[in-house]
């Protein structure tokens, strides 16, 4: 049974920065890619940063340039590492395996908990 725990999320003031961790377990096989999602207050869940097997990475306009997506393989933690935060990136934050692509809505399926990002200006 597939199983996603996402946690490191908190408040912050703009400008500030957090690493948001995700461990995924109960996959039959080694995805092609791991992702993180957000949706913020009345918007769709988006896809905002993907990983694929061969450690190529992929962002959203929206995020590229502050935000690093990154895999401690050993432990199987996906981390998102967030810098210069600004009060739009405010959501709650999902990772997934082969969804999440940036650019991309997701609704329905099995999501985790999330984990709370709040950004304060």
């Known amino acids: 049974q597939v199983q996603l725990v996402e946690s490191g999320g908190g408040s912050v003031q703009a400008g500030g920065s957090l690493r948001l961790s995700c461990v995924a377990s109960?996959?039959?096989?080694?995805?092609?890619?791991m992702g993180w999602c957000r949706q913020g207050p009345g918007k769709e869940r988006e896809g905002i940063a993907a990983?694929?097997?061969?450690?190529?990475?992929t962002y959203a306009d929206s995020v590229k340039g502050r935000f690093t997506i990154s895999q401690d393989n050993a432990r199987n933690i996906l981390y998102l590492h967030m810098n210069s935060l600004k009060a739009e990136d405010t959501a709650m934050y999902y990772c997934?395996?082969?969804?999440?692509?940036?650019?991309?809505?997701?609704?329905?399926?099995?999501w985790g908990q999330g984990t709370q990002v709040t950004v304060s200006s």
């Open positions: 109960g996959y039959t096989h080694s995805p092609y890619y």
């Open positions: 997934a395996a082969e969804r999440c692509w940036p650019g991309s809505t997701y609704s329905g399926g099995y």
């Open positions: 990983l694929d097997m061969d450690g190529r990475k």
